[in-house]
């Protein structure tokens, strides 16, 4: 939940523990990541690691490092579960799109209808919430636990100290990461669904995912066969970590799991069995303040560009610990870093030197092509027409009369596109998907998936 980390010095015993895999990654790179994780740890003071490879859509490497446990001392073991921290946020946002996949409430929703008392809630809306971009302030800024949140609390409790005071900025002025306002967007599920959060979380992620080791921390705690966590001043020894009473990682970083559970909910993004196409659009689209800067944001993830691909990365840190988890969208590939030293830089350095060694250098051959199709295409939308000679029978279906009309009223308006660039592409049902990113100089930004089949003919061309 914590966002500044300090950069510590210490040298631990080092120790190893892996677990078999279906797909494997070959011994060159297995043997250059254990190099580079004990090294880190080495470095950073950290007593352990865990983590989980992803390849090409496969989890191929799950391995912990170091010692999970200081007194007595245990070795870190891959089915350990670690606090996820702030990771846990895309959850509830993915949570919040499948609400909205089923029409119960709409990411523009303002908070007024679900919490009338807090803050302005007719001015900040859930996507603002769920992108930090409301102006709610940080209940949780700080990189310790402060004496009162020794004390239980319970999430309306929160939101009447944080929630109910004037704003750090009008909503959608500025970006500042705040966890108040994943505690009010967990309080929204909770409304619409008239169930707990984890309720939610266990039935639509968890199990359909077979995701078996995720507990709720401010339920339950780890248990004697889980990693614990450590602190530390300075260059001084290491101490048990003090934990944040119940009530405080409410929605914000509540969750705690093994590494490969969680490259399970990774493989799951990757593969499209938790969202659809349009809502994964909604999930990975950076957020815009009003003057149009974009904020590398979008709902629970931070989203950036990786040699032309997409990236979804987000840390997370409560007592104790410090996780990372990255995605590579159109590389099928995916890094999740478990630490149990608090302000620890190990997750975030582990993962910078994991990357290069999973991830493929691959070319869209057809790039320079495609991106001109797509832009002649765009172009003619705007008119209300198309060529159905490049699309597919179903492509062809697809744009009735009625899709083209609106395409003409809605994207005319935006005139010519300032900027027009592929994101990513790969496989999919035997067809190549690109992702496209379009913007103009309203700061206006959209997103265009399509699908092309062996032959050419354009199977999808999609506009969010």
């Keep these: 939940m914590r966002t500044v980390f300090r950069f510590l010095l210490l040298a631990p015993l080092v120790l190893a523990s892996a677990i078999g895999l279906r797909a494997q990654l070959p ?16 470095d950073t003071g950290t007593p352990s690691a865990s983590i989980a490879v992803v390849q090409n859509g496969q989890i191929v490497y799950v391995k912990a490092y170091g010692n999970a446990r200081l007194d007595p001392a245990a070795p870190a073991l891959p089915e350990m579960r670690y606090p996820i921290g702030s990771v846990s946020k895309q959850f509830l946002a993915a949570s919040i ?18 919490l009338p008392r807090l803050t302005r809630a007719n001015n900040i809306t859930i996507r603002e919430l769920l992108s930090h971009t409301s102006g709610y302030q940080d209940y949780y800024p700080l990189d ?5 949140m020794l004390a239980p609390v319970t999430s309306d409790q929160i939101l009447d100290r944080w929630a109910k005071q004037p704003l750090d900025f009008d909503p959608g002025t500025q970006w500042q990461y705040s966890n108040t306002n994943y505690v009010v967007a967990g309080r929204i599920l909770e409304k619409v669904t008239g169930r707990p959060l984890w309720s939610f979380l266990e039935d639509r992620i968890f199990h359909p995912l077979g995701m078996t080791s995720p507990i709720n921390l401010d339920a339950e705690p780890l248990g004697d066969t889980d990693a614990s966590g450590y602190t530390r001043f300075g260059l001084g020894p290491l101490h048990p970590a003090t934990r944040e009473a119940r ?3 409410f ?35 950076t957020a815009r303040l009003i003057n149009g800067t974009p904020t590398n944001y979008a ?41 149990n030293l608090d302000g620890s830089p190990a997750a975030g350095t582990i993962t910078q030197q994991v990357a290069p060694l999973i991830l493929t250098e691959k070319e869209d051959p057809e790039a320079a092509q495609r991106l001109e199709q797509a832009r002649g295409i765009f172009g003619a939308l705007q008119e209300g027409k198309i060529d159905r000679s490049l699309l597919t029978s179903d492509a062809d279906a697809y744009f009735t009369p009625q899709v083209l009309a609106d395409a003409d009223q809605n994207l005319k308006p935006l005139g010519t596109p300032q900027s027009f660039e592929q994101m990513g592409f790969g496989q999919r049902g035997g067809m190549t998907y690109r992702y496209f990113r379009i913007g103009f100089t309203s700061g206006k930004s959209l997103t265009l998936s399509t699908f092309s089949t062996p032959d050419g003919k354009l199977a999808q061309y999609l506009i969010q």
């Excluded at 043997?31 to 080495?42: N, Q, S, Y």
Aim: hydrophobic share 45%.
């Design 97 to 114: 799109l499948l609400l909205a996949e089923e029409g119960r409430l709409r990411l523009d929703d303002p908070v007024v209808g679900y």
């Design 299 to 339: 709902l629970g993830v931070g989203v950036s560009n990786s040699n032309g691909y997409p990236r979804l990365s987000h840390g997370g840190a409560v007592s104790g610990f410090v996780s990372q988890n990255t995605i590579w969208l159109g590389q099928g590939a995916a890094v999740v870093v478990l630490t």
């Design 251 to 285: 929605a914000a970083g509540e969750l705690a799991m093994t590494p490969r559970d969680l490259a399970t909910w990774d493989q799951a993004l990757l593969d499209g069995r938790v969202l659809k196409p349009g809502s994964m659009m909604e999930f990975i689209k």
């Design 27 to 42: 011994k060159g790179p297995v043997g250059k990541i254990d190099a580079a994780v004990e090294k880190v740890l080495a």
């Design 247 to 249: 009530g405080w990682l």
């Design 144 to 148: 310790y636990v402060a004496p009162f």
